[in-house]
């Protein structure tokens, strides 16, 4: 059985229908009991279901024996011992992710199901103890997903993987108990099960349950500025030298109008998508930096992206634009010729196909009755990508080494809204593929209309106008230092906190456009280079350094006092942590040291934060630096102090973040004081210039 819509949304053996009381003999009057379509007995997560029309064809003393075998079941069940086979775990073509990170799945009783060990790595804390044989586990906030790197094995669907053991382990989340199971000794549940931490969606085109947390930050009308919820930022993985436009002199020249955000890619990359625009499409190509249409679709809504593994015949000799291109093909297709439109990296071309095999191929040009000595026969299929109406007729073929861009029908790309999947985004949709692969989704767009899809996912639209300028510009910074990171992959920056967290036009707001566009194009310099703006969500009362979190000292991440960030969501926190759960967190990260004994800070940098942390075991000492004694145990950061406990440690700290750069929740009370965003970024950035 394949997942479906209903599936996800629907707990496993929950009731579908609330029925009334009634004096009615159940086992003798069925159709009279509830007026629904489905009848569920349930009992001990195991259930029997009939549908009305199959118990009306049934006798009564039938239903009575089947309900009395269902019962006794129970009983039998009760009393079965560990390890009894109840089921198969069967092979699922369905990609499981959390926060857009993939996740190991499986396919159980139809549902897609998910190892709950698994779940430390994607923001959950989860413990297990062997005295009352009980697995808890419940959501960290502050812990960053760290997808598990796994081969997901492309097979045919229901294909028997293992074996479901009875188990007599009992499960919880956020201490609610929840049905799980015994997979080759290790305890799975289904994935929906998550559903009431965030939000569960069922992509059918991609095949994609995806999950997604909450925003961390509820947004308020402007008016009321009394939102003390976090902002979504933590960390930044950028180290100062790794930015290769910030070691040249600052030359505005140098930083390109336009910029490739990878939606869709690697692990999360897609073997179709859906494009849909209510104006119609225009598909171009870009020339440096100017957007050049090609050819236009005007009574077209929806188009499907997807990998083409045909094989074709084509012109030997290319055409120098798409128009003559399309003259050819429409005469083609009067003689009743199969062909598509081809962009190609020496042209525009004419592909016949497609077809299954070379031989195919040449066979379509043998009765298409054409100058056998102009065509050729096209092996090209690993990096081929077709364009698809809503019917699945072809209406262009474009290698991956020349993307066409698509954007919604308008008189200029500026002005281009187009929907991918279930977000629209501004400027175009593109895709690219590599030795095979699934498709990775780009979107080009201007900066300035990129950083309308960030600075609302990096800072409350409600809070003040100047803080919303500081953080634009610390965002068109960030940006800026981070193009090309992922140019071997075909884009610059991804949409996650590897970058900056991007939603696109669906996540726009009028107050944060607002802030873009009355600081468009401004940026801070030092010693006339552009700086790197990192920023984080409170300092707790001081900013960091740049060596005490990376390597390399800069002149403008210097730590300074910051008493805005006090009185603050995160100015101070209290985490305790058990030595069997810092074990596990060692052992998770495949530190082994035995049973911990001790704890100590060993080293703080000037401004308070631990440099050092030494862990002591019975079977040897570790020691964590700088971020990693955070990330270690999931702190919202690493300016603290502990105390250490029985059998546990207490970890009081302040702040949350690497604590570099503009203090998000200090900026916010900057401007409230009245300060501007010029102001604001040169407390929070030392020796700058705005420019």
Not at 57 to 69: D, E
Not at 103 to 108: A, E, G, K, L, Q
Not at 215 to 236: C, G, K, L
Not at 535 to 541: E, F, L, P
Request: proline share 3%.
């Amino acid at each position: 059985m394949r997942i479906n819509e209903q599936l996800l949304i629907n707990e496993p053996y929950q009731y579908l229908y609330n029925c009334m009381t009634t004096d009615c003999n159940c086992f003798t009057k069925v159709s009279g009991c509830c007026k629904m379509n489905v009848f569920r007995f349930y009992k001990g997560g195991i259930s029997m279901k009939f549908r009305l029309p199959e118990l009306k064809r049934l006798g009564r003393c039938t239903l009575i024996v089947l309900i009395l075998i269902f019962l006794l079941s129970l009983s039998v069940s009760a009393s079965m011992l560990i390890g009894t086979k109840v089921g198969d775990v069967l092979s699922t073509d369905i990609i499981a992710t959390i926060d857009h990170q993939p996740i190991p799945s499986m396919n159980i009783n139809g549902y897609t199901a998910i190892v709950v060990e698994d779940l430390r790595s994607y923001g959950f804390n989860v413990h297990w103890n062997e005295s009352d044989k009980t697995l808890k586990a419940y959501r960290n906030p502050s812990l960053s997903i760290q997808p598990i790197e796994f081969n997901a094995e492309h097979m045919e669907p229901g294909e028997v993987l293992n074996s479901v053991l009875y188990t007599d382990i009992k499960t919880f989340l956020d201490g609610k108990e929840i049905l799980s199971f015994n997979i080759d000794g290790r305890t799975a549940i289904y994935f929906n099960q998550l559903k009431s931490y965030g939000e569960l969606q069922w992509n059918e085109a991609t095949r994609i349950a995806s999950f997604q947390f909450p925003e961390p930050v509820m947004e308020e009308p402007a008016e009321t500025i009394t939102d003390i919820s976090a902002v979504t930022r933590r960390s930044t993985q950028l180290d100062p030298e790794e930015s290769f436009l910030h070691t040249l002199p600052f030359d505005r020249s140098d930083i390109p109008s336009h910029i490739n955000v990878g939606l869709y890619h690697g692990d999360t990359a897609v073997p179709s998508l859906r494009v849909l625009s209510g104006d119609g499409f225009m598909f171009g190509e870009f020339d440096a930096e100017q957007f050049e249409v090609q050819f236009q679709l005007k009574d077209y809504y929806q188009l499907n992206l997807t990998f083409d593994d045909g094989i074709y015949a084509g012109l030997k000799k290319s055409f120098e634009n798409a128009m003559e291109a399309q003259q050819m093909l429409v005469d083609m297709r009067d003689d009743g010729i199969q062909a598509v439109l081809a962009r190609e990296p020496k042209g525009w071309n004419i592909y016949m196909g497609p077809a299954a095999s070379s031989r195919e191929a040449a066979e379509l040009l043998e009765r298409a009755s054409l100058k056998q000595q102009d065509w050729i026969v096209l092996d090209n299929r690993k990096e081929l990508i077709s364009v698809e109406d809503s019917r699945g007729m072809p209406v262009i073929v474009f290698h991956s080494s020349s993307p066409v861009h698509i954007a919604s029908l308008s008189a200029d790309v500026a002005q281009s809204i187009i929907q991918a999947g279930d977000s629209k985004y501004r400027g175009t949709i593109t895709a690219t593929r590599k030795n095979s692969q699934w498709l990775t989704i780009i979107n080009r767009l201007s900066i300035e209309q990129y950083l309308y899809g960030v600075v609302p996912r990096e800072m409350p639209a409600s809070w003040h106008m100047e803080a919303l300028k500081a953080q634009a510009v610390a965002a068109r910074g960030f940006a800026m230092a981070n193009i090309g990171k992922y140019q071997n992959d075909g884009f610059d920056l991804c949409t996650t906190v590897n970058t900056q967290v991007y939603g696109g036009y669906s996540s726009e707001h009028q107050r944060t456009n607002q802030a873009v566009d009355e600081t468009s194009g401004k940026v801070m310099t030092a010693n006339g280079k552009l700086v790197i703006p990192y920023y984080h969500a409170n300092s707790g009362g001081h900013t960091e350094s740049s060596e005490y979190v990376w390597n390399e000292a800069v002149s403008y991440a210097r730590g300074v006092i910051d008493p805005y960030s006090l009185n603050a969501p995160y100015a101070e926190w209290e985490t305790i942590l058990s030595y069997q759960e810092i074990e596990q967190m060692l052992q998770q990260r495949q530190v082994f040291i035995g049973n911990v004994t001790d704890l100590m800070i060993t080293d703080i940098s000037p401004n308070g934060r631990v440099q050092e942390l030494l862990i002591s075991g019975h079977q040897g000492l570790h020691i964590l630096q700088k971020q990693q004694t955070r990330w270690m145990f999931g702190l919202q950061s690493n300016y603290y102090e502990i105390t250490q406990q029985q059998q546990s440690v207490v970890f009081s700290g302040r702040g949350s973040g690497h604590g570099i750069g503009m203090s998000q929740h200090g900026a916010r009370r900057m401007a409230e004081d009245g300060y501007s965003w010029q102001q604001i970024l040169s407390h929070y950035y030392t020796v700058i210039r705005i420019e």
